[in-house]
């Protein structure tokens, strides 16, 4: 083979990769995507969640409440029972004043409850739409997910067909042409076959090119590489 054509071949092979570059850029594109709306949905059960948990904490709260004035309530029969019981007026008058304190102490509770009742239904209305858009969310993502993976897989089918491509392309270059392509590609190397630019430089590290290694591409004499181990070539 000459080395012009050994050159067309690998620039051909570097088309292939490139491609192959593209396709898997595209699909990783598309996992992200898919990622997002994991996340977007996880976001809204975790903001149900906290709902939840703050409407349960609350309710427990209010039957504490309710559990106190209970007990107030007891203390004021009993005080009163007692009040029929004591003989000295100042005994009456003590539990007199404790009735009042427990009257006051249940009235207070009571407007804690009522308030806490209101909270409550605020909550449930709250959780009740979290709950209904969490479940058009969850709609919204299946459907947009079953689109992205109809897409990844066609991905996956291009990509595949590329790489049976690029298979037979590596096969028409000959040694040592084709390893030392898949060795720069496989240290990460983009490009492994460069133009040298206007300024006689590297395309890939972007230093100069010798005078006589240039002439040597020009003759088409022979295959060069620069110093980072390119392959260069002269666009015409
Ligand atoms: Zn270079």
């Known amino acids: 083979m000459e080395p012009i054509d050994i050159l067309l071949e690998l620039i051909e092979l570097q088309r292939l990769d490139s491609g192959l570059d593209s396709l898997e850029k595209i699909k990783k594109n598309f996992l992200s995507d898919i990622a997002a709306i994991d996340a977007n949905i996880q976001s809204l059960k975790d903001t149900l969640q906290t709902e939840k948990k703050g409407h349960e904490e ?62 409550e239904d605020e909550q449930k209305a709250q959780i009740k739409k979290t709950t209904e858009i969490l479940a058009e969310e969850e709609k919204r993502a299946a459907a947009e997910k079953a689109e992205i993976q109809q897409k990844i897989a066609d991905c996956n089918k291009a990509i595949a067909d590329k790489h049976q491509e690029r298979t037979t392309q590596l096969g028409k270059i000959e040694e040592p042409y084709n390893r030392g392509y898949e060795n720069l590609r496989n240290k990460g190397k983009k490009l492994a076959v460069v133009a040298v630019t206007e300024e006689n430089n590297c395309g890939g590290c972007n230093m100069n090119v010798p005078p006589q290694v240039l002439h040597e591409i020009r003759q088409k004499m022979a295959i060069k590489t620069c110093q980072c181990t390119r392959y260069l070539y002269i666009k015409e």
């Open 58 to 119: 609350l309710m427990k709260w209010r039957k504490s409440q309710e559990i106190e004035m209970g007990t107030l309530d007891s203390h004021i029969v009993k005080y009163t029972r007692q009040q029929n019981d004591v003989k000295s007026s100042d005994q009456v008058t003590a539990l007199g004043q404790e009735i009042e304190k427990s009257k006051l102490a249940k009235a207070a509770i009571e407007e804690n409850i009522l308030e806490t009742l209101m909270k």
